[in-house]
């Protein structure tokens, strides 16, 4: 089989989605461009849903053990006009090009690929150029998928990361925005009111004085990740906000998180000041009814990849859109097809070599499915 012709066509899709913009929530170019491309493949149906994840359809028809095939279509970026892409010594420069556009790339002319083949598969196969999964998106196109196809998806494999590394298993986290109120005042003739900036900031060192839970085999993180507020230099602050977060790969650590923070964000709250909690960001642990289902959808994954790149595979810890499957008790993993550095950095960038086996884990994972 003459694979070049493949390589070549993910390679220019690369360099064209790069030019569509797409952060969270604004995927909309990105979905358009996706979706005119599934429709000349010949799929039984290629739509866009309510949550911009464009959706296509093989042989899904009365199926209830669809495997799914997603790659995330936004960038961790909030730009709205095309970034700069460049090309040096062998890599292509873009923030997002790795993360997770390559995958995108690859995602699309796997598909076409597998069509090509003829053969339909067996139990269903979604292909899903998917929306939202970065920061505050929340997940929001894998939770919009699930609820879509409830009961019907039995495996859900994502595109996102290097090639020499697998994701099976979950990071869960809880997002919070903390807004603090108080009186305020004048600086001098006001001194001694509470001031909103010096309570938020009580918050966030209880915060970092938690001792995280540490049974063998997980991690438990924490972190404020911004923070503002006040009025000027001889204001005692009214307002004061900061984004904060815990995160974990136990589903009882993520328990224990939480009741921490709930407990820290009410012992500084009082009748003179204020604590309001959002919570922005939810995204589940894994809850799997069937371990061994897991287990086996991910040696043969790993199986498949070190065949191909000819390398070990290590199997790490992440969010991802597999984070939504997996509470629900999907076998799901996220598989690495493509080799960069830098991600969520403006300095970006992926080894364009790296997309040729990148297609060939994808081509073969799908074969795999048939």
Not at 3 to 20: G, T
Not at 243 to 261: A, G, I, P, W
Not at 305 to 320: D, H, N, Q, Y
């Amino acid at each position: 089989m003459n694979f070049e012709a493949y390589n070549e066509e993910v390679y220019s899709l690369l360099k064209e989605l790069c030019a569509i913009p797409a952060p969270s929530h604004h995927e909309e170019k990105r979905a358009q461009y996706c979706k005119a491309y599934f429709d000349t493949l010949g799929f039984d149906k290629v739509y866009i849903d309510e949550a911009k994840n464009v959706v296509c359809e093989w042989n899904c028809e009365g199926s209830d053990a669809i495997t799914v095939f997603a790659a995330h279509t936004d960038t961790v970026f909030p730009d709205t006009e095309p970034m700069p892409y460049y090309e040096q010594d062998g890599k292509a420069f873009c923030p997002g090009v790795c993360d997770d556009t390559a995958s995108v790339a690859i995602l699309m002319v796997a598909a076409k690929h597998l069509k090509s083949l003829g053969n339909a598969p067996k139990n269903g196969l979604l292909f899903v150029a998917n929306s939202c999964e970065e920061g505050l998106g929340n997940l929001k196109g894998t939770r919009e998928l699930m609820k879509n196809y409830e009961g019907r998806i039995s495996t859900f494999i994502s595109f996102d990361s290097d090639l020499d590394v697998i994701h099976d298993s979950c990071v869960g986290s809880h997002r919070y925005e903390v807004e603090v109120l108080t009186e305020g005042g004048h600086s001098f003739g006001a001194f001694g009111n509470e001031n909103a900036i010096a309570n938020l900031a009580k918050i966030a060192t209880k915060i970092y004085e938690i001792e995280v839970p540490t049974p063998e085999g997980t991690k438990t993180t924490y972190n404020v990740g911004t923070i503002e507020g006040g009025t000027s230099v001889n204001t005692i602050a009214q307002s004061a906000k900061m984004l904060c977060e815990y995160r974990s790969d136990n589903v009882d650590c993520l328990d224990y998180m939480k009741k921490r923070f709930e407990a820290i964000f009410k012992e500084v709250e009082n009748e003179k000041v204020k604590v309001n909690v959002t919570l922005v960001g939810d995204r589940p642990c894994a809850r799997m009814q069937d371990p061994t289902a897991q287990i086996n959808l991910s040696n043969a994954c790993k199986s498949i990849s070190e065949k191909l790149i000819g390398m070990p595979v290590t199997s790490v810890s992440a969010s991802t859109d597999c984070n939504v499957p997996l509470s629900l008790g999907i076998p799901s993993v996220a598989v690495g097809v493509w080799k960069g550095h830098g991600c969520h950095t403006r300095e970006e960038y992926l080894e364009i070599e790296s997309l040729k086996p990148g297609f060939r884990v994808a081509v073969e994972l799908m074969k795999f499915f048939l």
